[in-house]
T-cell receptor
Framework: EAQVTQNPRYLITVTGKKLTVTCSQN?????MSWYRQDPGLGLRQIYY???????DKGDVPEGYKVSRKEKRNFPLILESPSPNQTSLYFC??????????FGPGTRLLVL | AQSVSQHNHHVILSEAASLELGCNYS??????LFWYVQYPGQHLQLLLK??????LVKGIKGFEAEFIKSKFSFNLRKPSVQWSDTAEYFC???????????FGSGTRLLVRP
């Protein structure tokens, strides 16, 4: 089954404690991206990757890092989380200009 | 800068009413257009997409959308909504050769039984 998976689905952490949210897709898509979703703001792109070892900032990259060492994986790293990063995070992948497929989401609470 | 606007932030309808959600974008080049739906507690799922050809696109669950190039619009429609259509709906636009999709801020639809 074609899918995008994310882990963990729910996470509570404290300010400053580094965390990583994993994302994996099994569709051999070149393009992957991370979004955060906040009430009234819709989806905002954090980072994206055009292919292995190619990443770039989206609209709200501050406080986040990513890496793309393999085509299927695109982890999101919060080196020092802060409360304003409490949000719902979605990973997505896309092949060419086709439709974008989303993961199930990771709900993060930073205390 | 390119943008996507969804003017209706909240819509409340009764079952069997007709639905039309507006989506406008600001870009003069070639676009690929999408509508996504997010049911409560779930991730975004593709409802329908437009790349080229017939500007009237049919999607899943009885939804359709019409691309009007002159109006830079891609409105979503459904003739008769059901309670199960209660969800948030997002319009998204891909521009020219860019992989990036720009999303609207979403429209929350509540369908009353």
């Amino acid at each position: 089954e074609a899918q995008v998976t994310q882990n963990p689905r729910y996470l509570i952490t404290v300010t400053g404690k580094k965390l990583t949210v994993t994302c994996s897709q099994n569709m051999n898509h070149e393009y992957m991206s991370w979004y955060r979703q906040d009430p009234g703001l819709g989806l905002r792109q954090i980072y994206y990757s055009m292919n292995v070892e190619v990443t770039d900032k989206g609209d709200v990259p501050e406080g986040y890092k990513v890496s793309r060492k393999e085509k299927r994986n695109f982890p999101l790293i919060l080196e020092s989380p802060s409360p304003n990063q409490t949000s719902l995070y979605f990973c997505a992948s896309r092949s060419g200009k086709g439709a974008q497929y989303f993961g199930p989401g990771t709900r993060l609470l930073v205390l | 800068a390119q943008s996507v606007s969804q003017h209706n932030h909240h819509v409340i309808l009764s079952e069997a009413a007709s639905l039309e959600l507006g989506c406008n974008y600001s870009y003069g080049g070639t676009v690929n257009l999408f509508w996504y739906v997010q049911y409560p507690g779930q991730h975004l799922q593709l409802l329908l997409k437009y790349f080229s050809g017939d500007p009237l696109v049919k999607g899943i669950k009885g939804f359709e959308a019409e691309f009007i190039k002159s109006k830079f619009s891609f409105n979503l429609r459904k003739p008769s909504v059901q309670w199960s259509d209660t969800a948030e709906y997002f319009c998204a636009v891909g521009m020219d050769s860019s992989y990036k999709l720009i999303f609207g801020s979403g429209t929350r639809l509540l369908v009353r039984p």
